[in-house]
């Protein structure tokens, strides 16, 4: 599964670990998270990630 890195703050989303604080179970992909989902960092949102080369 790919990761994604805020262009903003630089946090990396890896699905392996998810965003349990933002409830994003591990093991779910970038593509499956809610849209209205944010950086768990600096609270922009998911369009302003990139996929991690």
């Known amino acids: 599964m790919d990761k994604y890195v805020c262009i903003v703050c630089d946090y990396v989303y890896d699905p392996e670990f998810g965003d349990p604080d933002g409830g994003i179970a591990p093991g779910t992909k970038f593509e499956d998270i809610p ?9 922009v949102i998911k369009d302003d990630f990139k996929k991690v080369e």
């Open 35 to 43: 849209d209205d989902w944010v950086c768990p960092l600096c609270g």
